[in-house]
């Protein structure tokens, strides 16, 4: 395999009761099929149930395990993880997911469980479509407990009015969840830890309901995060930088990193030309620490495209 190329991966598509075909319509995806909901594109993922794939048959997990140098770089060579440390997707949100939390690191082995950091880029919001994240003010576990109880748990959980091109952070602990009419870009820990605490008393595609985790939620929540806000752009295109990945917002034309160093682009809105290789709205491509500076020449289609630069901090 080349490493002085962008690498990309075959999307990986789930079916979620709350999916809809956005990516379709929205990104030009060609979905498994003409009528499944899909919530979910798994775009970089290096975990056994869902491995990426490149269309040359070679894994992730492989490029992880075996090219580490040449695709990751040396500052990642000292790494423990076993796995590549991020998870990638598109979510498409046709209706309210659940009220959920992840384990907090603290909380996540006695819980048989992983930790999950995470963050969302709104790629898409439909008017008035929301955000629930972190306990309306002075909010304690006994009036989350009673919510519960009542049925009004999203009574208790503040509300962030969503918009297209903003970004919120998630912590482990954090109680959220992602309302109807949005497409987001997620970048989150390698894990698929979620405790649902509460779900609107649906039912799930087999016509029953789904499996709540409520001792779980309530070990994990932080029930001192109130208010939480939408992420600031800084000056450099921060917009978030925490212990498990460092991710940019980009636009115009530029380089994809420094030579010996590796990151993803998530294109999220607009076309961009990488190398002379192509990328549209919803295209994810690795860039190979082995890449030279020529191939990591950016080329922007027009002033709106936009797209991620994903890092793992080392």
């Known amino acids: 395999m080349k490493f002085n190329q962008l690498i990309r991966f075959t999307p990986i598509y789930q079916s979620r009761v709350w999916g809809g075909r956005r990516m379709e319509t929205l990104l030009g995806a060609t979905l498994p099929d003409a009528t499944t909901p899909f919530g979910e594109a798994w775009t ?9 794939v490149t269309a040359d048959g070679v894994s992730l997990h492989e490029l992880w ?25 598109i979510l498409d949100a046709c209706d309210d997911l659940s009220i959920q939390v992840h384990p907090p690191a603290s909380m996540a082995e006695a819980l048989k469980g992983e930790p999950k950091t995470e963050m969302w880029f709104i790629a898409h919001a439909d008017p008035g479509a929301k955000i629930y994240a972190g306990l309306k003010p002075g909010v304690t576990r006994a009036d989350f407990e009673t919510a519960l ?45 979620t405790y649902r605490v509460f779900d609107w008393n649906r039912v799930g595609l087999d016509g029953k309901p789904r ?25 450099d295109g921060t917009l978030v930088k925490c212990e498990y990945f460092d991710v940019k917002l980009r636009s115009g034309d530029g380089e994809a990193g420094a030579v010996g160093e590796s990151l993803t682009l998530a294109v999220v809105s607009g076309e961009i030309s990488v190398g002379g290789m192509v990328l549209m709205a919803g295209d994810f491509a690795l860039v190979p620490a082995a890449m030279d500076a020529a191939g990591r020449v950016v080329k922007a289609a027009d002033e709106t495209s936009q797209w991620l630069e994903i890092r793992v901090p080392v």
């Open 44 to 52: 970089v993922c290096d975990r056994p149930e869902a491995p990426s």
């Open 65 to 89: 395990t075996q090219h580490r140098e040449e695709v990751f770089g040396k500052a990642l060579l000292s790494s423990s993880s076993p796995t590549y440390p991020l998870l990638m997707k």
């Open 149 to 193: 109880a009542n049925g009004t748990v999203a009574d208790v959980v503040h509300v962030i009015e969503a918009r297209t091109g903003e970004c919120l952070f998630i912590p482990s602990g954090r109680v959220h969840a992602i309302g109807a009419g949005l497409l987001i870009y997620e970048i989150q820990q390698n894990s698929d830890t």
């Open 211 to 235: 499996a709540l985790h409520v001792q779980e939620s309530l070990q994990s929540i932080d029930f001192s995060d109130f208010e939480p806000g939408v992420q600031k752009l800084e000056a």
